[in-house]
């Protein structure tokens, strides 16, 4: 089993390269899942209700559908339709947070759940964006215990538990020791390829707090890399060598 994580500042082109890696694999007939991936496959049979089980399903397939077109739509009619849209989109959210946190409670690193949780309470963020904030994490868990009970193979993922110390490490004094504490009972992964300490291309969040400053990137990356050298091993890659990777 291997697991592959990304770590690099935003628009540096981890997702690009993630898709390049997958491109390799697939020739070779190797199926490559990231954690988003893993939760869309497999969440759903954990749910022993048939109705609530499809109801993840469908959700997880079609999170992404965007209806801002409708609702700056002038047509009443549309507008109705739109509302009952939502609200049947919040009622599908809640049955799959809901099937999500029974899996998050299963995970049975407690120690690194009761830090990360610590962590995020005491982030420098809203409490809507902690929220979230800890909703990546019960994804990430739950896609965790996942890869382990289905014995998946190779997982390869650009967002992961350790691209996450850039939110919990984000304008704090104490940086170098909150990471130094989350890295020792992190769940790490096989191999960490990263990419190079510059943006290629620069991307905004439409959410403004998390648009976090550089400076303060580019230190947590640098304590981050420290800390992890003799740990694991890392790649550093790019468009030129993702290719001739072997892991």
Known sequence: MKQIEFFGL???GKTYLKNLLKKKYKKKNIEILGYKDILIKYLFYEESNFLKRNIIKFYLNYKKIKTNKLSNSNNTAVQQN????QNLKIFFLNIYLKNLDLIFRKYKNKKFIKLTQKLIKNSNFSK???NTIERWLKEEVAAKYLIHKNKIDCVV???GFIQRLFVYAYKKNNKEQIIKEYLKSCPLPEYLLITKKKIIKKKLSANVEFNLDI???IKIYNIVLKLLKKKITIYTVDKSNIKKLSV
Do not use: R, T, Y
């Not at 739109?82 to 849209?85: A, G």
């Open 10 to 12: 935003p628009g540096s």
């Open 82 to 85: 739109n509302k009952i849209l």
């Open 128 to 130: 809507n964006n902690k």
């Open 157 to 159: 993922d650009s967002e």
């Open 215 to 217: 400076i303060e990137q």
